[in-house]
């Protein structure tokens, strides 16, 4: 099996892995409640997808101690 003849240098490497860094996920907001979500996804916040209610959304209720 083929092996390198020289060590490749720190400075070569990191150039070699510049592309390969990750990106965060890409968001857009929401056109009914205007939060953040993923494209094609139902907003986690109001529910809706497509211009219709897909989800009914329910919220905890704080308990008083």
Known sequence: MAEPKKKRSQS?????RSHQALSGPTLMLCPSCK?????HRVCPTCGMYNGRQ???ITTKKNKKQ
Do not use: Q
């Open 12 to 16: 070569r490497k990191g150039k070699h």
């Open 35 to 39: 939060s953040p979500k993923a494209s």
């Open 54 to 56: 897909a989800v009914v």
